[in-house]
Every structure is written in structure tokens, then in C-alpha cells.
């Protein structure tokens, strides 16, 4: 039987957690966004932008179900603690080898986390409210690498966010009851909330911008101090409004300097514009990888701690 090729629907961002009877609350899982489709007689698994990973992932490929059917969720790669690690899906996302996926297996299994059926037998359900299609769903039995996404809470989102802190989760997903799933549309009928931390970092360089950021700069690059040197913990090139640019690329301008202050400027990658480590940014990340980089980091602001006591390890 030849299924409709469903997109993902996306979520728009949202400032915090909030409770409301018309919504339900689940967590954000850290991992890879796929859609599975089973004819009836196999299976074929595509990612976010459509590329086919059934490959990939054959720890998936037991799934079968009475009726062809299309759904959505998130492939994890757990730590020892049980919590989905990006660095371990990262690890399995790019392999193709049948060698290497076998060691990849091994080494870092996968789970698929469902949250949504878009598609039972003949019918498409994407008209169909959310809190019907999770009754269809329901119907489904998840076994082995499958499971749904739990806890699912209507109505109080404070309180699953509290469990979302508690965990250190990648943050939740807020879904309207009544809302239909738009494949393709980054919709107000989801709302992302992200757990974000926060560091303070010392700049020590810059890279060069592109097209409308081309009198400005691309990235700051950051460090923390590790006795006398200092270790460079990533690139930050998010965060910023028009203004900042002009203004941060200013005061850049005046404490260049040849030399990079970096102990590690062999890992920076393009040709950075060094500068003196004077400045002391505040920045919200996700997590940190096992290189000691930030992971999704956004620039919050500038503070007036000494770069001096910006050391690693410092919260």
C-alpha cells in the first residue's frame, strides 16, 4: 500500500512554561526527528528534511502494526542515566557502513519516542484534533525500541516543568488539544519551551561576517581561563540585535591584537580576528559536548566580572 509522504509539523518558540486546560504538556526530547511510515510489509524512517535514514537506525526495523500507518517521534540515544544524549545520537546520525552501524549499535542503541500518528489504514488523521489522534495512537502497541512520550499532562504545565528541571531535559512541548497536526507548518498549535542555561564567558576573537553581516562580524569566540590559559569553548553567533552588532564590532575594533589568546587556536576553524580578552559575556546554552564545547550557544549580554575569575568550571 502506497502511503502519503507526511513533513514533520514544527513548533514556534515560546518565552516559559505555562498551564492551561486547552493544552498538553510533554517533554522535549533530545534527539532526531523522524517520520515512520509501515506499508504493511516494511518500513521506511525519513528525518526532518526528508532524507531517507531507515538505514541508520536498525534497531527500528521490528516495527510492524496490523494497518499501514505513519508516525512521528524522536530517535534517542539514552546515557547511563537513562536520558537521551545528543553527543550519542550525533554518533549514529552520519554512519552508513553496515560494519559501522553494527558498532555504532553496540556501543549506542536507539529507542523511538512517539508522540503522534498521522495516518491509520486509508485514512489521514492530520485533520483530526490532537487529543483524537492520541486516542488512535493509544490503540498502537509500542513494544521493544518503541515507546510514547511520557509523562503527557493536560492542563498543568508548571508542574511537568518542574520534573523537566529536576531531570535537566532538553525542555517541553506545549500541543493544543483541539489543534490539527500541519505537515510542513512551524505552528502556534505547538509551543517549544527550552531548558537553557547560562555561563559567563571571556571573548578572545571574532569571525568574519556574511552578506548582512558582512561590516559587522559572524561569531564572538569564547574561552574560560584554565590557570593561565585559556580554553576555547565555542563560537556564538546568535543572540544578537542590528544595533549590538554595530556596537560590539566598535568596541572589538579597539582591543585587536596579532597574536591569538587562545591556547588551543589550532581547533578554531576559518581566519578569526583576535582580540585582547577584556570582555565578559553572558551566554545561554543547552549542554556542553565532550570536547568542552558549548552546544547551542545564544548571546544574553555583556557583564562586568573580571575576566580573570571567568575559570572553568565556574558556574
Not at 553527543?87 to 523511538?112: D, Y
Amino acid at each position: 500500500m502506497t502511503l502519503p509522504r507526511y513533513e514533520p509539523m514544527l513548533a514556534s518558540a515560546w518565552p516559559g512554561p505555562f498551564s492551561d486546560p486547552a493544552w498538553r504538556f510533554e517533554p522535549k526530547w533530545d534527539g532526531v526527528r523522524v517520520i515512520l511510515t509501515w506499508d504493511g510489509s516494511q518500513i521506511a524512517m525519513r528525518s526532518r528534511r526528508g532524507t531517507n535514514v531507515t538505514h541508520r537506525y536498525p534497531e527500528l526495523h521490528a516495527f510492524t502494526h496490523s494497518e499501514p500507518c505513519v508516525i512521528d517521534g524522536e530517535v534517542v540515544a539514552p546515557d547511563a542515566a537513562g536520558r537521551p544524549s545528543f553527543q550519542r545520537i550525533q554518533q549514529r546520525m552520519n554512519l552508513t557502513g553496515e560494519r559501522t552501524v553494527a558498532s555504532a549499535m553496540a556501543m549506542h542503541p536507539v529507542e523511538m519516542v512517539v508522540f503522534d500518528l498521522l495516518h491509520l489504514g486509508g485514512a489521514s488523521l492530520v485533520e483530526r484534533p490532537l487529543v483524537e489522534r492520541h486516542e488512535v495512537l493509544d490503540g498502537i502497541a509500542l513494544e521493544g525500541a518503541f515507546r510514547r512520550s511520557e509523562p503527557a499532562v493536560d492542563g498543568d504545565g508548571e508542574a511537568l516543568w518542574d520534573a523537566v528541571l529536576e531531570q535537566d531535559l532538553e525542555g517541553m512541548v506545549a500541543k493544543r488539544l483541539a489543534g490539527p497536526y500541519r505537515p510542513g507548518v512551524r505552528s502556534q498549535d505547538w509551543r517549544k519551551i527550552h531548558n537553557v542555561n547560562e555561563v559567563e564567558v571571556v571573548v578572545g576573537g571574532y569571525t568574519a561576517g556574511e552578506r548582512g553581516r558582512s561590516s559587522t562580524f559572524g561569531a564572538l569566540l569564547v574561552g574560560l581561563w584554565d590557570g593561565r590559559l585559556l580554553r576555547w569553548a565555542g563560537a556564538v553567533g546568535t543572540g544578537f540585535s542590528d544595533d549590538a552588532l554595530r556596537a560590539i564590532r566598535s568596541s572589538l575594533d579597539e582591543i585587536r591584537r596579532d597574536d591569538p589568546p587562545f591556547h588551543d587556536p589550532g581547533e578554531i576553524p576559518g581566519e578569526p580576528v583576535w582580540v585582547e580578552p577584556r570582555l565578559v559575556a553572558k551566554v545561554g546554552y543547552r549542554d556542553w559536548t565532550d570536547a568542552g564545547r558549548l552546544r547551542h550557544p545564544r548571546f544574553v549580554g555583556f557583564s562586568d566580572t573580571p575576566p580573570e575569575s571567568v575559570v572553568l568550571g565556574r558556574s
